[in-house]
């Protein structure tokens, strides 16, 4: 049981350029999540996916699309990266559990450390 | 607009003096308020998830508690391992949206 994993760990990009951070989870859960953190000011979510074949916007949506290829695999592409997006990026997915099954735990990757030049 | 708050931003302890991190929060409906420990270069990882006011949980060193404004996490003779950032984290009712706050670094010395 792996958790769940991203790839890659770190990655160097040009502005302009575009790539794809890549997400999966073993644990079977319906909802995951992409999140960026900054220094000083917390996790901010970028975008959701509520169960597969879903997905919505977050409070920092601007510059990111998302894919939620399976029920396993969540990915956030950056089409034309900018500097603003250095960032470490995190996955997450999430159980429901707690009285009426109303509360969520969320489940955190290791992260991708993205720097753009 | 729903916020968190942690304070302070930093906090330097010795080895055994107890201590406690705030989190003030306004929200519009409490779902719950999670606390997670982050280590550097790591992802969150989970402690504890607390619903309604008055509650109360522990694990090992750590005991968290929950009012209607804010939460404690009070640290009982900490160890250097226990040094780490801690993040506090509301969900509203009605929606999916988890907010955090900016974190405290604890740094305990031995």
């Known amino acids: 049981n792996a958790g769940v994993t991203q790839t890659p760990k770190f990655q160097v990009l040009k502005t302009g350029q575009s790539m794809t951070l890549q997400c999966a989870q073993d644990?079977?859960?319906?909802?995951m999540y992409w999140y960026r953190q900054d220094p000083g000011m917390g996790l901010r979510l970028i975008y959701y996916s509520a169960s597969e074949g879903t997905t919505d916007k977050g409070e920092v949506p601007n510059g990111y699309n998302v894919s939620r290829l399976n029920k396993r695999e969540f990915s956030l592409r950056l089409e034309s990266a900018a500097p603003s997006q250095t960032s470490v990026y995190f996955c997450?997915?999430?159980?429901?559990?707690?009285?009426?099954?109303?509360?969520?735990?969320?489940?955190f990757g290791p992260g991708t450390r993205l720097l753009v030049l | 607009e729903d916020q968190v708050t942690q304070s302070p931003e930093a906090l330097r302890l010795q080895e055994g003096e107890s201590s406690s991190l705030n989190c003030s929060y306004t929200v519009s409906g409490l779902r719950g308020l999670f606390w997670y420990r982050q280590d550097p270069g790591k992802g969150p990882e989970f402690l504890f998830t607390?619903?309604?006011a008055g509650e109360e949980k522990e694990k090992e060193r750590l005991k968290a508690t929950l009012t209607k404004k804010e939460s404690f996490l009070h640290i009982t003779a900490p160890k250097p391992e226990d040094s780490a950032t801690y993040l506090c984290?509301?969900?509203?009712?009605?929606?999916?949206?988890?907010?955090f706050g900016a974190g405290t670094r604890l740094f305990v010395k031995a």
């Open positions: 607390l619903y309604s």
């Open positions: 644990m079977n859960h319906n909802s």
């Open positions: 984290a509301v969900q509203a009712s009605g929606g999916f949206k988890t907010i």
């Open positions: 997450a997915s999430s159980e429901w559990s707690g009285r009426g099954g109303n509360q969520e735990t969320q489940y």
